[in-house]
């Protein structure tokens, strides 16, 4: 019987933009199989959530407990080498979480034919996939997306959407900010409802992070 425990734990997290709290009260859990999409308008703290779970920045206050294995993290910035390959991107991110194999990433993301062509040649569409590629090698059952499909185009944006689903069926987890309906179920979570409603300033600015 498949382990059911959360993944993934937030219990009333408060958060920081700039030195100033902007998110207060967020508490929710992930288990196995589970997708969630954070929704809201621009500047609502979706980012800054996500930045706080991956852990480049610390919560104002609460706890986050996350399974032993930890999580990945994708952001706008596709974190890739200009001078390697795809496929040495690829295996460099593989050896660095120790797992080996990136075919099945490649072939997740159309991009066998671009093996062999440098990270600093690739289109925006092409780099973006290939940083989302990455999380196929990093072994992680824990995916934090912050707006993954930036740069992707309609087939692109299908390709990562099975690739989600797939991970969703074999027992991992996805936090996305997201504005757009990927096209299977996901629960929508809406931050509106934990908006701060303490002027309070954190010692903590994000931009020091």
Same mark, same amino acid.
Request: hydrophobic residues 45%.
């Given at each position: ?18 030195? @100033? ?43 986050? #407990? ?28 593989? #050896? ?32 973006? @996939?290939?940083?989302?590629? @990455? ?9 934090? =997306? ?21 991970? =969703? ?21 809406? =931050? ?18």
């Amino acid at each position: 019987m498949q382990d059911n425990a959360p993944l993934l734990q937030l219990s009333d997290i408060a958060c920081a933009r700039g030195g @100033r709290v902007v998110l207060e009260g967020v508490s929710f859990s992930l288990r196995p199989g589970q997708g969630v999409a954070l929704r809201g308008a621009n500047g609502s703290g979706k980012t800054t959530l996500l930045r706080t779970i991956a852990g480049l920045q610390p919560p104002v206050s609460g706890t986050i #407990t996350c399974a032993e294995e930890g999580l990945a993290f994708a952001s706008h910035a596709d974190g890739l080498k200009g001078a390697l390959t795809v496929s040495e991107n690829l295996l460099f991110w593989a #050896t660095l979480h120790g797992q080996d194999g990136i075919n099945a990433a490649l072939s997740a993301f159309a991009l066998s034919d671009l093996q062999d062509r440098r990270a600093a040649n690739l289109s925006a569409g092409q780099k973006r @996939r290939l940083g989302l590629a @990455r999380l196929l090698v990093t072994g992680r059952r824990i995916w934090i =997306l912050d707006e993954p499909t930036v740069s992707l185009d309609y087939a692109a944006t299908q390709l990562f959407a099975q690739v989600v689903q797939a991970h =969703l069926a074999k027992g991992g987890v996805a936090l996305m900010a997201t504005h757009i309906d990927l096209g299977f179920e996901c629960q929508d979570l809406d =931050l509106t409802t934990f908006q701060a409603s303490r002027a309070v300033a954190s010692e903590f600015d994000e931009a020091f992070a």
